[in-house]
């Protein structure tokens, strides 16, 4: 249990420290309309997962966030199969600057490394993104290795992209939650 609190910290320092230097530089589109630390999450559950392990990842992504100073809700928008397919549709506005986008999806056959476990689309130029990609099937195959529950992971991974988006950059650190694979 002290070796999974010990990852557990690291992960979150580098949380804390990536995204206190965006609050601080102002240099995402966010902190630069002045926008609240606050941020709603527009999620899409397009393979189907369950919605108990999707509101762990999204409790998950919520406490990291909250731990970091930021403030976080859900969408969960309506998809044409799985469990969200019968829900009414709570994404058919416009995305607004204080949303993004999180696809839950299966790995494409074209990304290989099968540690990779998602992407985020970022405008380098304006350091700025809406929309992260998490593998859930990646996911589940990396958890029981690393002895860490699915829907734990999922929401690690989620923060991730998410972490991204926020930063308006797609470098890594060497440490905490946005360390590279």
């Avoid at 926020?166 to 694979?181: C, K, P, Q």
């Amino acid at each position: 249990r002290g070796h999974a609190w010990s990852h557990r910290s690291v992960f979150l320092d580098g949380l804390v420290i990536a995204l206190c230097a965006w609050l601080v530089s102002g240099s995402s589109a966010y902190a630069q309309a002045g926008a609240t630390q606050r941020i709603v999450v527009r999620s899409y559950n397009t393979i189907g997962l369950p919605l108990p392990m999707l509101d762990h990842a999204e409790s998950t992504v919520g406490e990291l966030l909250h731990e970091a100073g930021i403030d976080s809700s859900w969408r969960n928008c309506r998809t044409n199969n799985g469990p969200s397919s019968e829900s009414d549709d709570v994404c058919g506005d416009v995305l607004n600057p204080s949303e993004v986008i999180v696809r839950i999806v299966g790995a494409p056959r074209t990304i290989t490394d099968v540690e990779v476990l998602g992407y985020s689309h970022v405008d380098a130029y304006r350091r700025q993104g809406t929309l992260a990609t998490v593998f859930a099937d990646r996911v589940r195959a990396l958890a029981p290795a690393l002895r860490i529950d699915e829907g734990t992971l999922l929401g690690r991974a989620m923060t991730h992209e998410i972490g991204h988006l926020l930063l308006g950059t797609l470098d890594h650190s060497d440490t905490g939650l946005m360390r590279g694979a």
